[in-house]
């Protein structure tokens, strides 16, 4: 098992700046290359506050305004247009940065990629369910339409 600080949110581990212990592999592996984490040390332990406090800085600026943000989600559905078959099919899957692109459209405020959750690749037309964490207490689930171009 290893120690690391995690430097983004890793769905399933953690948020920015937690400590955790994983499995060596998917640590040296995985986390580490990628720049999920960072290894767990006595010095390091020392940067959990600065990555404690640019979380907080890039998360909405409090609840009320995630409230907000949630509400115009889930008022309105986003729309994504992409290349499509004459049956309907997509040319690849819609990626999580076009979906961050429509519902900034619709919100009218900046959405993280890394803040959308995808239950399974968008890999055809008509309406899709994705989950936005907003803030560590809010959970917008908002509607993306995909049409062909």
Same mark, same amino acid.
């Given at each position: 098992m290893a120690k690391i600080i995690l430097t983004q949110e890793v769905t399933g581990l953690g948020s920015a700046g937690d400590v955790v212990e994983v499995r060596g592999g998917y640590a040296r592996n995985f986390l580490l290359p990628q720049g999920f984490a960072i !290894?767990? %040390?006595? @010095? !390091?332990? /020392? %940067?959990?506050e600065s990555i404690k406090a640019a979380r907080t800085a890039r998360a909405a600026r409090d609840l009320g305004h995630a409230e907000e943000i949630k509400g115009k989600l889930e008022g309105s559905a986003a729309?994504? /247009?992409v290349k499509a078959g004459a049956e309907g099919r997509l040319f690849g899957a819609v990626t999580v940065a076009e979906i961050a692109t429509a519902l900034e459209a619709v919100a009218g405020e900046a959405i993280d990629k890394r803040t959308i959750a995808v239950k399974t690749a968008v /890999?055809? +037309? @008509? !309406?899709h369910t994705v989950t936005v /964490? +907003?803030?560590d207490d809010v959970l917008a689930t908002a509607t993306v339409n995909v049409v062909a171009a």
């Open positions: !290894a767990w %040390t006595r @010095g !390091a332990e /020392k %940067t959990v729309t994504v /247009k /890999k055809s +037309l @008509g !309406a /964490k +907003l803030h």
